[in-house]
Nanobody, 115 residues
Framework: VQLVESGGGLVQPGGSLKLSCAAS????????MRWYRQAPGKERELVASITSAGGSTNYADSVKGRFTISRDNGKNMVYLQMNSLKPEDTAVYYC?????????WGQGTQVTVSS
């Protein structure tokens, strides 16, 4: 099983980034997918979630209206489009898969929002 994130980097406030997560080794289309983030000295927090078929999404209040989660079950990919980025969005972003008691984490990708 692998979840491999990409797309992180340094961006100025107000900018955009699109994170990608490539999944392999499990039946991706059967899993709810989530993005979490963890800033230095803070607990890991849920950012966004999307159901297995992509019919329902949920977002943390702090990112509503700015971030969009999506998935492509044909490509085993999940994405996080991040717009209007703020310095407080700086964190390591993790991809996460869950189906019942089965859970998998990616290794994370760093997002830094700074001028």
């Amino acid at each position: 099983v692998q979840l491999v994130e990409s797309g992180g980097g340094l961006v100025q406030p107000g900018g955009s980034l699109k994170l990608s997560c490539a999944a392999s080794g499990f039946t991706f289309s059967s899993y709810t997918m989530r993005w979490y983030r963890q800033a230095p000295g803070k607990e890991r927090e849920l950012v966004a979630s999307i159901t297995s078929a992509g019919g329902s999404t949920n977002y943390a209040d702090s990112v509503k209206g700015r971030f969009t989660i999506s998935r492509d079950n044909g490509k085993n990919m999940v994405y996080l489009q991040m717009n209007s980025l703020k310095p407080e969005d700086t964190a390591v972003y993790y991809c996460y898969a869950i189906r019942g008691y089965l859970t998998y984490w990616g290794q994370g990708t760093q997002v830094t929002v700074s001028s």
